[in-house]
C-alpha cells in the first residue's frame, strides 16, 4: 500500500468525542465515515452499543464486550495479525450481508508505518460508471468475481449490487475473479487509490466507517501496533413518519407582533429608523437570517456580520417587549386539537413511528416564544430534529438541515420513512417538492386556495383540521420510501 498513490491525499480529519453520538451518525449517514478521538475500548463498546447490535468476533482472543484486539499475533489467522500491509477490503466480505458498521481505535501506535488508508466507493462507482468502457457492468455481474464464505467455498457475488448500493472488495485469497476482471483489474485499482486518502492515527483516535460504502487498509508497520475493533450490524429498518410544521401563518398568526419586534430591533442597531412602510423586501417564507441579509443590503447597513450578530442576540428581547405591548400570537384554526390528535397517534404501536417537529424561518428562540404566546405546548414538538432561521439564509437549506437530522436519528430507517412538511407558503411547496418531501398547504397564513393548489401540493385545506385525513392514511399504514438527501 502506498500512500503516495492516494489521489485525495492525506486528510486531517474532524474529530469527535465517542459520546457525540448525534454528530458521528451525522457524519456517518451523511459521508458514510466519522472519525474519533479520547476513545477507549469501554468507549467504543458503549458506541457500539449505541448503534446496533456487535457481532462478536470469529477467531479473535475476546474481552467479554465483542470488541477485537488486532494486533501483531502469529497465532492467529488474517493479514490483520500481522504487521503486513492490509489492501483495501470489506470486512467480512464473503458474509450474504458484511456488517454495516465498522469502529475502531488505535489503542498503540507502532513506532513506523501503520498508516491507515479509506477509500469511497460511492465516487469510485461514479468514476467507472462515468467511462462507460464496460468495466461498471463486470463489477456489477456476480459471474465475474466469488468471495470466500465462512466454511471455505466460494460463492458467486458482484462486487458492486446495485440494488443494495453494497460494494465488497479484497485482494487476497479471499476473492476469485473472472479472466475478463483479471485484465481489467489494474484499472479497478487505480479508480479505488485516485478516490483514497490517507490519515496517520493517534493514539485513542479512530473511524467509524459504513463497511457497505467504505473500503480500509493500512501500511506495513514496524513495532508493536494495536487496534480495537467492533462489527455491528444496525437494528431492521422501521416505518417512520415525520412531520415538519412551519410556525407564521401555520400553527399561529403574530403579524403585527413579529413586524413591530423585528424594525424596532434593527432600527435600534443601525441608529435609524428601517421599518415595514420604507422596506420592499417581502417578509413570508424568509428565513430570519436571510430576510436581515436582505433588508441590510435594500438599506446599504455595514458591517453586515456585526449588525447581524446584534440582531440575533436582541430580537428576542424585542419579541418580549412586543407582546407587552399587547401584540399577540394567536393559534391558527384547529391547531391544537390536531396537535393533540397527533400527540395520541405517537402512542399507536401499530402504526409507524411519528415524529412531530418545527421547520421555520423563526430564529430558535423567536420561535418558542410564539408557539408558547399561542397557547401551543412546545414539548409537543421534537427539537432535535427542527430547524430553526437563525442558522440559514433561505428555506431550502431548512429542510436539507432536519434531513441531516433525521438521518443521524433514523440512518437506514429513512428509507423506509415520509417527511411531511405542513406549510401556508408556496415557498413551503417548492422547497418541500425539491428536497422530495410531502407536503400538506393550508390556507390560514396570506395566501388562499387557489394560490396553493396552483401549485399542487400532495394535499391542500383551508385549515389544519381538514388535514387529518390526508395525514392519517400515512399513519395507519406503512410509510413510502423517501430518497436519502445527500448521498
Not at 276 to 305: W, Y
Not at 441 to 446: D, M
Request: hydrophobic share 35%.
Amino acid at each position: 500500500m502506498d500512500v503516495n498513490r492516494c489521489g485525495l491525499g492525506i486528510k486531517e480529519p474532524m474529530f469527535r468525542l465517542p459520546s457525540e453520538l448525534q454528530g458521528i451518525q451525522e457524519d456517518f449517514y451523511e459521508h458514510g465515515i466519522a472519525f474519533l478521538k479520547e476513545c477507549d475500548e469501554a468507549k467504543l463498546s458503549k458506541l457500539a452499543s449505541q448503534l446496533g447490535k456487535i457481532v462478536r468476533p470469529r477467531n479473535e482472543k475476546i474481552s467479554g464486550t465483542g470488541i477485537s484486539n488486532i494486533r501483531f499475533e502469529p497465532s492467529l489467522v488474517g493479514k490483520g495479525y500481522s504487521s503486513e500491509e492490509l489492501y483495501f477490503h470489506t470486512d467480512r466480505s464473503g458474509w450474504d450481508c458484511p456488517p454495516r458498521i465498522l469502529v475502531s481505535t488505535l489503542k498503540s501506535k507502532s513506532t513506523n508505518g501503520g498508516i491507515s488508508m479509506l477509500a469511497d466507493t460511492t465516487r469510485i462507482i461514479q468514476e467507472i460508471k462515468k467511462q462507460g468502457d464496460g468495466l461498471y457492468e463486470l463489477l456489477t455481474d456476480p459471474k465475474h468475481s466469488s468471495f470466500r464464505t465462512d466454511d471455505g467455498s466460494f460463492v458467486a457475488r458482484p462486487i458492486f449490487d446495485e440494488s443494495s448500493g453494497l460494494f465488497r472488495f479484497r485482494f487476497d485469497d479471499g476473492i476469485q475473479l473472472s479472466a475478463s476482471l483479471v485484465l481489467r483489474f489494474s484499472q479497478l485499482f487505480d479508480a479505488i487509490y485516485r478516490n483514497s486518502f490517507s490519515v496517520g492515527l493517534e493514539e485513542g483516535q479512530g473511524y467509524l466507517l459504513d463497511n457497505h460504502r467504505y473500503l480500509h487498509g493500512r501500511t506495513s508497520f514496524i513495532g508493536s501496533r494495536e487496534l480495537l475493533r467492533a462489527l455491528v450490524n444496525l437494528p431492521p429498518p422501521k416505518s417512520v413518519v415525520t412531520i415538519l410544521f412551519d410556525i407564521d401563518g401555520t400553527l399561529c398568526r403574530s403579524e403585527e407582533l413579529s413586524v413591530d419586534a423585528f424594525y424596532s430591533c434593527l432600527s435600534d442597531i443601525v441608529g435609524r429608523p428601517i421599518t415595514h412602510a420604507n422596506t420592499t423586501v417581502s417578509l413570508h417564507g424568509r428565513t430570519d437570517l436571510g430576510l436581515l441579509q436582505d433588508i441590510l443590503d435594500f438599506h446599504k447597513v455595514e458591517p453586515k456580520t456585526s449588525v447581524t450578530e446584534k440582531f440575533l442576540e436582541s430580537h428576542p428581547r424585542y419579541l418580549h417587549a412586543s407582546l407587552e405591548k399587547g401584540l399577540k400570537s394567536v393559534a391558527c384554526q384547529g391547531v391544537k386539537d390536531t396537535l393533540e390528535w397527533l400527540t395520541a397517534k405517537k402512542k399507536n404501536s401499530d402504526s409507524p413511528t411519528l415524529r412531530v417537529g418545527l421547520l421555520t424561518g423563526n430564529s430558535r428562540s423567536n420561535a418558542l416564544l410564539k408557539i408558547r404566546a399561542a397557547g401551543i405546548d412546545t414539548e409537543l414538538f421534537d427539537l432535535s430534529i427542527s430547524a430553526f432561521g437563525d442558522t440559514h439564509v433561505d428555506r431550502i437549506s431548512l429542510i436539507q438541515d432536519s434531513m441531516k437530522k433525521l438521518r443521524a436519528r433514523d440512518g437506514p430507517d429513512l428509507h423506509e420513512s415520509k417527511v411531511i412538511i405542513v406549510g401556508d407558503t408556496p415557498l413551503d411547496i417548492e422547497c418541500a417538492k425539491r428536497a422530495g418531501c410531502a407536503v400538506v398547504a393550508v390556507a390560514s397564513g396570506n395566501y388562499n386556495m387557489d394560490d396553493l393548489e396552483m401549485l399542487e401540493p400532495d394535499h391542500a385545506c383551508a385549515q389544519i383540521g381538514e388535514s387529518r385525513a390526508y395525514l392519517d392514511s400515512h399513519l395507519s399504514r406503512p410509510a413510502t420510501p423517501l430518497p436519502l438527501m445527500g448521498n
